[in-house]
């Protein structure tokens, strides 16, 4: 950066901050959303571009659909003939994952496995 801009930079957000100027500012108190964090930066533009035109990647909108479903089963009765379709629709869904992820299993077992050894690792 040149030198001495950063300096006024600063100044200006500083006098900004105290005259209350990000005071009502949209969003505020709200966490931000780095959704975008895993994609490579040369991608994000695309991705940006795809998501705004209504396009998602394929693993996205199966996971979309495994959590509608996971939402249903939780609203099921457990013993009925319309669970055991909602969890044959689950197991389809979490097998073509797989199928699209290749090596990279997801599945509720794996999900939760993985948050145990996290916590340890962090404890």
Do not use: W
Not at 17 to 45: A, C
Not at 79 to 93: V, W
Not at 103 to 111: A, E, F, L, N, Q
Not at 113 to 121: A, E, H, P, V, W
């Amino acid at each position: 950066m040149i030198p001495g801009f950063e300096a006024l930079v600063e100044e200006r957000i500083k006098k900004a901050q105290k005259d209350g100027t990000f005071d009502n500012l949209e969003g505020k108190k709200k966490p931000l959303n780095f959704e975008d964090r895993h994609i490579p930066q040369e991608l994000r533009l695309a991705h940006k571009i795809l998501k705004n035109s209504g396009f998602l990647p394929p693993e996205v909108e199966l996971k979309k659909k495994i959590t509608q479903a996971e939402q249903l089963l939780e609203k099921t009765v457990v013993d009925s003939p319309e669970r055991l379709k909602i969890q044959k629709k689950l197991n389809y869904l979490f097998i073509k994952l797989n199928t699209i992820r290749g090596d990279r299993p997801c599945s509720p077992m794996m999900v939760d496995g993985y948050r145990d050894n996290l916590i340890k690792k962090i404890s």
